[in-house]
């Protein structure tokens, strides 16, 4: 008899500086950032894979910051968020009880 084994995956990504500065600082979907920013939607998606940002789109995140008031620091471009994204291939999603 042959047994099967279920492997489970764990997806580990962790959040990079522009991942966060888009999702914590801005809190908008990639294409909402591109368009504060003057970009394309699949420009911000290189960046959140690891393409680097030149200085001038720095300069245009910082100004996108800036004219809504939100706080910022240029680190933030620099320093990579301690929080990772990691989700379970095969996890469930959690189901939560109704209120009494």
């Given at each position: 008899?042959?047994?099967?084994?279920?492997?489970?995956?764990?997806?580990?990504?962790?959040?990079?500086?522009?991942?966060?500065?888009?999702?914590?600082?801005?809190?908008?979907?990639?294409?909402?950032?591109?368009?504060?920013?003057?970009?394309?939607q699949a420009?911000?998606?290189?960046?959140?894979?690891?393409i680097s940002?030149?200085l001038?789109?720095?300069?245009?995140i910082?100004?996108?910051?800036?004219?809504?008031?939100?706080?910022?620091?240029?680190?933030w471009?620099?320093?990579i968020?301690?929080?990772?994204?990691?989700?379970?291939?095969l996890?469930r999603?959690e189901?939560?009880?109704?209120?009494?």
């Open positions: 008899m042959r047994l099967k084994t279920m492997r489970l995956r764990i997806i580990c990504a962790p959040m990079n500086a522009l991942r966060h500065i888009r999702k914590n600082v801005f809190g908008v979907t990639q294409a909402e950032f591109a368009a504060l920013v003057g970009v394309t420009t911000v998606s290189r960046w959140e894979n690891g940002l030149d001038t789109d720095m300069q245009a910082r100004r996108a910051a800036s004219v809504r008031d939100l706080p910022w620091e240029d680190a471009f620099f320093e968020p301690e929080a990772g994204e990691c989700r379970s291939a996890a999603p189901v939560k009880e109704p209120a009494e």
